[in-house]
C-alpha cells in the first residue's frame, strides 16, 4: 500500500540509530580526497553527493530524496530555480530540426524560451489550446522532439488531459514534461499519469515561505535522470545547501498548507463569482469552470492558485490590485500569505500584446495566491478591494 503523502513528505526513508533528526546544511563547495583515483572515479559518476557541490550534496541530496519520493519518480535533481529545472530539462530534449509541442498557456519565461529562444538553434514550438479534447493527438507528429505543459497553467488555470498528452507522446517515443508548479504532488501526480518528467519552481508551494528562490525535477526513471543531470551539471543551476535546507523543511508542511488553500480558493472563487464587479472566474474546483470534469478526474484537490477578470478590464484591475489591504500586490505564489498580481502588466508583461492574447490572458486578468489567512477575512479584504 503506498503512504499518505503526510507521512513521505516528513518521512522519505525511515533512518534508524543515533544521528540528528535534520539533515546538517553542508556549507562546503568541494570535498577533501582520499586519493587521486577517488576524485577520478567521483569526477565520471552521476550525482555523487560528496564530490563538488555543482554535481551534488547532502543537505540537497536529502531534499532531491523527498521530492522524488512525493511525486512517485525514479529521482530528482534540485536546482536554484524553477529556470534551472525548465532549461536543463528543455536542453536535454530538444533537437535541430525538429518540433516541440506546448500549451499555449505558460510561465512567460518558458514562453520566451520556447517562442524566441529555440528558434535560433532550429527547434520550433506548436502552442497549442489544451481546452481542446484531441488536440495532442492531432498535433504530435514524428518530427515532435518532446511535449510540454502546465497544468493548472499560469495565470489561466487552463488544464491539459495529461493522459491524453502522455498516450499522444509515447506514440512517437517524446517525452511528456509537466510543470506542476500551481498543483503539486498533493493535488496531482502527473508521473502518474503517463508522464516522464515534472519540473517545479520550488520557489512556490514546495518551499512554502517566500523566502528562497529554487526549482527541481523529477524523473520517472533513472536514464532520464541521467540525462538531465548531465546537461544540468553543465548548465550550472546549482542550488545553495541552505536553500535545499529551507525547500526540504517547507516540504514537511505542505500536504498541510495545500489542504488548506484548497478550501479558501473555493470561498473565495464562489464569493468572486457572486461579484458584480466580476465578469469572469477561472478555477478548477467551480462547476462552472469549462473543464471542471476534467480537474475531478486528474485531481485530488484544485489548488490555491485561481484568477478572474475584473468588468473594464486593464484600469479597474490595476486598482483592485493596490486596493488590497490584507492581501499583498506582488508576484510569485504558493506562499503562506495572499498574493495578487495583474497579469498583463506584471508577470506577463514581457509577452507581446498578441502573445498574451494568445495565452488567453486578459487585460483585466488578476492571478491571486491564497494563502494560510481566514477565509473570512480574505474575503472581506476583497470586497472592500472591489468596491
Ligand atoms: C509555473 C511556473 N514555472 C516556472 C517558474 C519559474 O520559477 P523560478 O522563478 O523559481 O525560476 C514560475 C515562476 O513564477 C512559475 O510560475
Not at 14 to 33: A, D, N, Y
Request: aromatic letters at 8%; one cysteine or more.
Amino acid at each position: 500500500m503506498s503512504e499518505d503523502i503526510e507521512t513521505t513528505a516528513i518521512h522519505p526513508v525511515r533512518k534508524k540509530g543515533h544521528g540528528p533528526m535534520v539533515e546538517p546544511i553542508f556549507m562546503s563547495s568541494t570535498w577533501r580526497l582520499k586519493d587521486a583515483k577517488q576524485g577520478a572515479d567521483f569526477a565520471l559518476s552521476t550525482a555523487p553527493p560528496e564530490f563538488y557541490t555543482r554535481w551534488g550534496n547532502p543537505t540537497t541530496r536529502d531534499l532531491e530524496l523527498v521530492l522524488a519520493k512525493i511525486e512517485g519518480g525514479s529521482n530528482a535533481i534540485a536546482t536554484g530555480s524553477g529556470m534551472g529545472a525548465v532549461s536543463s530539462t528543455v536542453f536535454t530534449f530538444v533537437r535541430p530540426g525538429k518540433n516541440v509541442v506546448a500549451g499555449k498557456s505558460l510561465y512567460s519565461a518558458t514562453t520566451e524560451m520556447f517562442a524566441r529562444y529555440l528558434p535560433q538553434f532550429k527547434v520550433n514550438t506548436k502552442f497549442l489550446d489544451t481546452t481542446i479534447e484531441g488536440t495532442f493527438t492531432k498535433a504530435v507528429n514524428r518530427d515532435t522532439c518532446m511535449v510540454y505543459v502546465e497544468s493548472p497553467a499560469n495565470p489561466t488555470m487552463e488544464l491539459t488531459d495529461l493522459r491524453e498528452a502522455a498516450e499522444a507522446a509515447e506514440k512517437v517515443g517524446a517525452p511528456l514534461v509537466v510543470d506542476n508548479t500551481f498543483a503539486t504532488p498533493v493535488n496531482q501526480r502527473p508521473l502518474d499519469l503517463g508522464a516522464e518528467v515534472v519540473v517545479h519552481s520550488a520557489t512556490k508551494y514546495l518551499g512554502g515561505h517566500t523566502d528562497v528562490i529554487a526549482g527541481a525535477v523529477i524523473t520517472k526513471d533513472e536514464e532520464t535522470f541521467k540525462r538531465i543531470w548531465k546537461v544540468y551539471k553543465m548548465l550550472g543551476p546549482s542550488i545553495g545547501p541552505f536553500e535545499a535546507f529551507l525547500v526540504r523543511r517547507g516540504i514537511k508542511t505542505l500536504p498541510l498548507r495545500v489542504k488548506r488553500q484548497n478550501e479558501t480558493a473555493m470561498a473565495l472563487a464562489e464569493f468572486l463569482e457572486g461579484h458584480k464587479a466580476v465578469s469572469r472566474v477561472h478555477y478548477p474546483g467551480l462547476r462552472s469552470f469549462p473543464q471542471h470534469r476534467l480537474a475531478r478526474r486528474q485531481m485530488k484537490g484544485f489548488g490555491g492558485m485561481l484568477a478572474f477578470e475584473v468588468k473594464g478590464g486593464y484600469k479597474p484591475a490595476v486598482r483592485f490590485a493596490e486596493g488590497v489591504r490584507l492581501a499583498s500586490l506582488a508576484v510569485s505564489l504558493g506562499g503562506v500569505e495572499t498574493l495578487v498580481e495583474h497579469a498583463a502588466s506584471m508577470t506577463h508583461g514581457t509577452l507581446t500584446p498578441q502573445e498574451r492574447k494568445l495565452a488567453g490572458i486578459d487585460e483585466g486578468l488578476i492571478r491571486v495566491s491564497v494563502g494560510l489567512e481566514a477565509s473570512a477575512d480574505l474575503i472581506e479584504d476583497f470586497r472592500a478591494a472591489l468596491k
